[in-house]
């Protein structure tokens, strides 16, 4: 069971964005900059062009409400998106509010957020779905 299976069942707490039948967003903890969303399928694969058909049709559209309420929530040129899939064996996708290309340059430092913090960035980006 990946670290991501194990927060869609509610194994380990997160800081839930959104949720339906294939999909689960939360909040990445070791973000880029606030905002930092990920998009995971309920489905464990762990290449994200490895997911079945319907998911991949399916998964652009879960993300866009989400993203556009990220470019509501924060100072941004827009959100970026971005498929690394490395760090964890379960495909997912990053959404990440950005000025610029280097905003999603994953050998930038991540951010140190409290809880607080935390929770204020999820009740935002909810706040505007």
Not at 70 to 89: A, M, T, Y
Request: glycine letters at 4%.
């Amino acid at each position: 069971m990946t670290i991501f299976s194990k927060i869609i069942s509610g194994e380990i707490p997160s800081y839930r964005i959104a949720e339906d039948d294939k999909f689960f967003a939360f909040l990445d903890i070791f973000p880029l900059r606030e905002g930092h969303t990920l998009v995971v399928p309920k489905i464990e694969t762990d290449n994200l062009f490895d997911l079945p058909k319907d998911y991949l049709d399916r998964i652009m559209g879960f993300a866009q409400p989400i993203a556009k309420a990220i470019e509501k929530s924060f100072d941004c040129n827009r959100c970026g998106i971005s498929v690394i899939g490395l760090e964890v064996p379960h495909a997912h996708i990053h959404l990440i509010p950005i000025q610029s290309a280097n905003d999603l340059n994953f050998t930038n430092s991540k951010l140190k957020l409290s809880q607080e913090e935390m929770k204020a960035i999820q009740e935002k980006i909810i706040s505007n779905l």
